[in-house]
Nanobody, 112 residues
């Protein structure tokens, strides 16, 4: 059974940092492309970042370039999202995804 479990969210002031983690279970993690999405309050879910199976190619939505870094540890089977210089507009529930599978998400709240 495929499971994705996120953690690391919380309340942070603008300019602060958080690192999100997503542990994958029940699938061949090292062979899976992985993505982070977020859903701001009252808005639709949006793609944030992607990383290929080997981890050496990444892509980001323009609003997070230079601030967020997606990475992965294929031995521990964990996906990360390092978020620096956070802004109030980054407030959202962040979820990890592979193929058609989604985690339940972790809430990030950035105060002004």
């Amino acid at each position: 059974q495929v499971q994705l479990v996120e953690s690391g969210g919380g309340l942070v002031q603008a300019g602060g940092s958080l690192r999100l983690s997503c542990i994958g279970y029940g699938f061949d993690f090292k062979s899976a492309g992985m993505r982070w999405y977020r859903q701001p309050p009252g808005k639709e879910r949006e793609w944030v970042a992607s990383i290929i199976d080997a981890g050496d190619i990444t892509n980001y939505t323009p609003s997070v370039i230079g601030r967020f870094t997606i990475s992965r540890d294929n031995v521990k089977e964990i996906l990360y999202l390092q978020m620096n210089n956070l802004k109030p507009e980054d407030t959202a529930v962040y979820s990890c995804n592979t193929e058609t599978y989604w985690g339940k998400g972790t809430l990030v709240t950035v105060s002004p």
